[in-house]
């Protein structure tokens, strides 16, 4: 959990702090508040009033405690405020709508026509907020923002740049756009950083404080939490965990490198590694099959596709290794589409590389886990970003770090 500060010049980071300590438990008393964030009972006591005052928070019964009264248990109104998240994947649009606790309450899909304009597909964003907004009879009052989880690389201004699989979408500035189309404030993000972000407010990562998420979509990338912190780099391009080398000879790749995690591992490149696995061979439809089948039947135990399958993940658990070692972090979460049905092969293959190939493994465990909101991550992580962009301490909005 992360630590408040006493000083007083800094009421704003410790009201985020005390509401983070709030939303990551499962009810708390406002003692084991101060107990976890080291702020005194006073400023705690203080704090709590407020966010009671504002409807943020409410009391909800009691616990009983060592000695003393019962003590007053307090949790997030979820229903105060809530969030639009949309994922904006090259062949899908996925919306949730979360409330204040990061739960979804609704889910929306919908294709994007291949070769649709930029300004087209945001506009269907915005048509489609407004819609799962409606239906689920939500006032624009309680909307706090729509936050955006889309591929980057991007601009610090929310415009795109070149991102590689989307041409035809250079210099779009599709945060400005969608603020315009929607008429609320717009949180745009890099759909790794996203997914990270939903993992720490819903997901299997709630008070974890170091964790590395890797992505496994069309393509492959990362988000990272560092000392309960979101670590996005100097361009929001940091923890591009599919551009490590770990085949030196390898394919060359878009990024200007060679052999990368993301060429050697990405669904194209699955596809290539099981025709080749039948060269020599007799030829069978295995040859022909695309990601999806190959995935359907290595879970199914076919031991071609399943050998095909677990190569793949060794390429990614050694870049796991290198990451473990360069972050020294607690978790790594796997998600994303390209583990539907697979994703406990590629698990088990890194935890096992992890627990027995890393410097710091006798000092502590490192969990390897896929992500339990995997479908659905990037669009919850683009709702929490909203609500994270609200609330989230950050220490760079200290005057200073006394700490
Ligand atoms: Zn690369």
Redesign the pocket.
Known sequence: MQQGTNLPKVGSYNRAVVLEAIQASDGISRVQIAAVTGLTAQTVSVIVRRLLEEGLVVEDGSAPSSGGKPRTILRVEARAGYAVGVHFDPQELSFVLADLAGRPVARLHQPVRPGARPDTVIRQMATASRRILREAGVPDAKVLGVGLACPGPFDGAGVMVSPPRLPGWDRVPIEGLLREYTRFPVTVDNDATAAAIGERWAGIARSTPSFAYLYLGTGIGGGLFLDNQVYRGRSLNAAEF??ITVEPDGPE?????RG?V??VCCPSAIEAAMRASGAGGRSDHADHADHAAICAAAAAGEPRARRVIERVAGRLADAAVSLVNMLDIDLLVLGGPALREVGEIYRAVIARAVSGRTLARRLHAVRVETSPIAADAAAIGAASLVFHATYAPRLGTLPSRQM
């Open positions: 599919g551009h790749c878009y990024c200007g490198n990368c993301e060429a």
